[in-house]
């Protein structure tokens, strides 16, 4: 690390200046500036091919090099009193070409060797600032609440950046103002607000999880099944089917209306730290607001099967938005020891406890087509979503893809160190960060993760009686997940080496549910987390070596386990890696 001290200068001053407290600084003041940086590559293999869609609208990640990302990492601290200014950015060259297009690209460096720059964070604090006891940071910034070990329901002012997910928890710097008021040493209260909006950051792989059409987005069960057996009669019948077409998130208007708040009150309580928090925002995951359907005439046959044919395409274009929300926020973390009474030498057992109470906006979706030469033509207009022959719903309302149910999320830990060797951790956590409304073991709600048509199923008839309950299957799962975290830490070689180990195992039973022609309704079978059928996982070993003098090499895994149905074995996921890392710091 690098520092340099200096008396006196312009820079002090336009520092002091730019803090507004200029006549607040001290003579005996120093500037100190701390810098620091590293050299990092990361290179990654996917296992297996991923992807969804038959051969006329297949979206595929191939087997490979799935990422070779080489990144310069800066960060300036600056300090002088009580003044603190920090910038942190990374330089990305990402080693993959992007697809070129034209010949004209092969003379585009941004194009054979695409880069970015990245702001970590760039902004600037005070202690002290007006009154006592008063702190001020403003600029691109992380706000942490969150106590959970990577994962924070609580942590909802900053966008979630999933495009890594080996650095699952990880969350984008986003322009805030901050300010914390120390009430006492023990208990403070803060505030933050975020003028502008910015969403959630999706891995390469996020794009299949929109393409999978099957996985229709409606709360209402009978609205799904009927556009199930419409969708199927499309396309054996008439020898068109739904793939999806353009895909467009709307961010909210950058108005006073759109601002995010958020206050929290924190302090300590015997030795136990405990927060309560209030946000006022948006989900940055977006939801689904608007579907229009377009037809493409034209016969296309598959290439590897001549006989493979269809006699075109109905596209679905899609409209995401990013429904407002409130969340109310408990943490709790500390350490407990039930062995003390055996010996003082023995470790404490430390806990955490971090639960949010979401309150959502509904949110509809509104479905439109244009004119429809089918078997059965369909005019333009909007969707008929109760059957009564007139466009729209009853009283014109449109269907919800989100309701208005409060639902919780939390994280509930304990970790544990052995030594100075091992380090073990377990968590039971309720509701991933993509998983939103309500829907769990306290209050029914379900998302699909797989639909079709039974077979041998009258689809024609399903599809002009606008029923389609004898004819759909579905597999659901609830909207809100539980996992059982479990991983641990050995060191070894004088602390320079560790194997690190952790695994995540869904633990959420999936239903099918179905037409039962005997008993002549609809039944659902449950399918448990430990069949399989219904089993998920997710296994991680890393293993890291520490050379000294900034050095250190890694290598490991990512195993995504399950059915493509499932939470982990979803394309969208990614599929299974390996990967390798070095890293420099200095």
Not at 117 to 138: N, Q, T
Not at 326 to 343: D, R
Not at 390 to 398: I, T, V
Not at 493 to 511: E, K, S
């Amino acid at each position: 690390m690098y520092r340099h001290v200096r008396r006196g200068s312009a820079t002090v001053c336009a520092l002091a200046l730019l803090l507004g407290t200029a006549t607040s600084a001290h003579a005996d003041d120093e500037l100190e500036l701390d810098w620091s940086g590293r050299i990092q590559s990361d290179l990654r293999f996917r296992m297996q091919p991923v992807g969804v869609g038959e051969w006329y609208s297949r979206q595929e990640l191939p087997a490979g090099v799935e990422r070779n990302w080489n990144t310069l990492g800066l960060k300036l601290e600056a300090n002088y009193g009580r003044f603190h200014g920090v910038a942190a950015v990374d330089f990305v060259w990402s080693g993959v070409p992007e697809r070129m297009t034209a010949i004209g690209d092969l003379s585009r460096v941004e194009k054979a060797e695409p880069y970015r720059l990245e702001a970590r964070s760039i902004y600037m604090e005070a202690e002290g600032i007006f009154v006592k006891g008063l702190d001020l940071r403003i600029g691109q910034q992380v706000v942490s609440w969150g106590v959970g070990d990577q994962f924070n329901p609580t942590n909802n002012l900053n966008p979630d950046d999933l495009r890594d997910p080996l650095l699952f928890g990880r969350q984008v710097a986003n322009f805030m103002v901050k300010a914390d008021y120390w009430i006492n040493e023990d208990w403070s209260i803060s505030g933050v607000l975020v003028p502008l909006f910015k969403p959630a950051m999706l891995p390469l792989s996020g794009s299949l999880a929109v393409a999978q059409l099957d996985r229709l987005p409606f709360v209402s069960d009978s609205l799904r099944q009927r556009v199930v057996a419409e969708q199927a009669a499309a396309q054996t019948l008439f020898g068109h089917p739904t793939i999806i077409g353009n895909v467009t998130p709307v961010l909210p208007e950058p108005t006073f209306d759109n601002m995010q708040v958020a206050y929290r009150i924190a302090g300590t309580i015997k030795e136990h730290d405990v927060a309560l928090s209030y946000y006022n925002g948006r989900t940055d995951f977006p939801q689904p607001r608007s579907n229009h359907t377009r037809q493409a005439l034209g016969r296309r046959c598959n290439p590897s099967d001549t006989n493979d044919c269809v006699e075109g395409l109905l596209l679905t274009d899609v409209t995401l938005e990013y429904p407002r929300m409130h969340v109310y926020g408990l943490n709790v973390t500390g350490e407990v020891n039930p062995f003390s009474w055996i010996s003082e030498e023995i470790n404490g057992l430390g806990y955490r406890f971090e639960g949010a109470l979401v309150v959502p906006q509904s949110q509809s979706i509104r479905l439109t087509n244009d004119a429809l030469a089918l078997g059965i033509p369909q005019a333009a207009g909007e969707y008929d979503y109760d059957g009564d022959g007139q466009p729209g719903g009853p009283g014109g309302r449109e269907p919800l893809v989100v309701d208005n149910t409060p639902f919780l999320k939390w994280v509930l830990g304990l970790d544990y160190t052995f030594g100075e060797h091992v380090y073990v951790n377990a968590m039971w956590v309720h509701g991933l960060v993509d998983e939103y409304g309500a829907g769990d073991w306290i209050k029914e709600g379900y998302t699909v993760r797989q639909s079709g048509v039974i077979e041998g199923s009258n689809v024609l008839a399903c599809a002009l009686s606008k029923n389609g309950q004898t004819c759909s299957r579905e597999i659901l799962r609830p909207r809100l997940g539980d996992y059982v975290v479990l991983g641990a830490d050995f060191k070894f070689a004088n602390q320079a080496g560790m194997f690190r180990l952790f695994t995540i195992l869904d633990a959420t039973p999936l239903v099918e549910d179905t037409w039962d022609d005997e008993q002549g309704k609809r039944v659902q079978r449950k399918i448990s987390p430990l069949s399989a059928e219904g089993f998920s996982m997710v296994i991680f070993p890393e293993l890291d070596y520490n050379f000294g003098n900034g050095l250190e090499l890694a290598a490991g895994a990512l195993l995504q386990l399950g059915k493509p149905y499932t939470k982990f074995g979803s394309p969208e996921t990614g599929g299974s890696t390996v990967f390798t890392r070095a890293k420099y710091s200095f």
